[in-house]
């Protein structure tokens, strides 16, 4: 399937600090044009060290790898792309040539929906997802993908905890004194510290109750929202993945791993996550 696949371009994109940015953008786009692919190189990894949230010089250094037929560097700057602005199109149409390259349809099935999601009116995105689904045979898919943009929100799931509990919340620290092997008086003071943003004062209390309760797996997930939420994300990722092994069901957690993922720049493990959670029927 190679009809209406054209070199996508990140002029479309910012870097969303003023015109001194943006030139250096420009100039970016410019030598990649002209196919100074060394220049080009040079001047999106200068932008991607002074602007590190924004997706331009990945999409710019990922057209550079998929001109060079380095297929897993392309889609790995373009997975770290959809992570810091999952709703830009440059990044999709950018995916879309990639698997099209690869002839990796269920990807490219999936890159061009994501495409038409986040830009449902663009006619290329229609027109190319209309044949691929006649290519395949499926012509009853035509329709807009349900919460697909939902499921790749990349905002961190916020745990729902509540207090089961009449005590009152300045009570709760002498009461775990007292009856320290009390998991519902320390699921108390978790929800209770959670409300507050205390999340480094409740890795404690998560800790014993994974030891108290070893066969509970919600622990071990609120625990790695605490370490997400101090930033460290290695051990949120070691977090998440006991809490699977505990029986944490992968619609709870998955999407809080490709975040983790995706924040540790590994984006072909988040790669997994992230179709799942697009495919899975909520």
Not at 15 to 30: F, I, K, M, P, Y
Request: charged share 25%.
């Amino acid at each position: 399937m190679t009809h209406g696949y054209g070199a996508v371009l990140v002029r479309g994109t910012s870097v969303g600090d003023g015109a001194s940015g943006q030139h250096l953008l420009d100039s970016a786009v410019e030598a990649l044009n002209r196919n100074d692919l060394s220049r080009a190189q040079q001047l999106f990894e200068h932008l991607r060290l002074l602007y590190p949230r924004s997706a331009a010089p990945l999409i710019g250094l990922a057209q550079i790898a998929l001109r060079q037929k380095q297929y897993s560097k392309a889609e790995a700057y373009l997975l770290q792309a959809v992570g810091h602005e999952p709703t830009l199109p440059e990044t999709w149409k950018s995916l879309v040539l990639l698997y099209n390259e690869r002839q990796d349809r269920a990807r490219l099935r999936w890159a061009l929906e994501m495409w038409r999601t986040v830009e449902p009116n663009n006619p290329q995105a229609v027109a190319l997802l209309l044949a691929l689904y006649e290519q395949t045979g499926d012509t009853q898919a035509y329709r807009k993908p349900r919460a697909a943009w939902e499921r790749l929100n990349p905002n961190v799931p916020l745990p729902q905890l509540k207090m089961q509990t009449r005590i009152r919340p300045e009570d709760l620290p002498r009461l775990i004194q007292q009856n320290p092997n009390s998991p519902e008086l320390r699921k108390a003071y978790v929800a209770v510290l959670f409300q507050r943003k205390q999340y480094r004062q409740a890795i404690p209390h998560l800790e014993r109750l994974m030891r108290l309760q070893p066969k509970e797996s919600s622990h071990a997930y609120h625990l790695a929202y605490c370490w997400v939420q101090l930033g460290e994300f290695e051990r949120a990722r070691m977090a998440i993945l006991e809490a699977r092994r505990r029986g944490e069901p992968r619609a709870r957690s998955a999407r809080l791993l490709a975040f983790v993922l995706l924040q540790l720049d590994r984006p072909a493990e988040a790669l997994p996550e992230l179709e799942w959670l697009y495919q899975c029927e909520w």
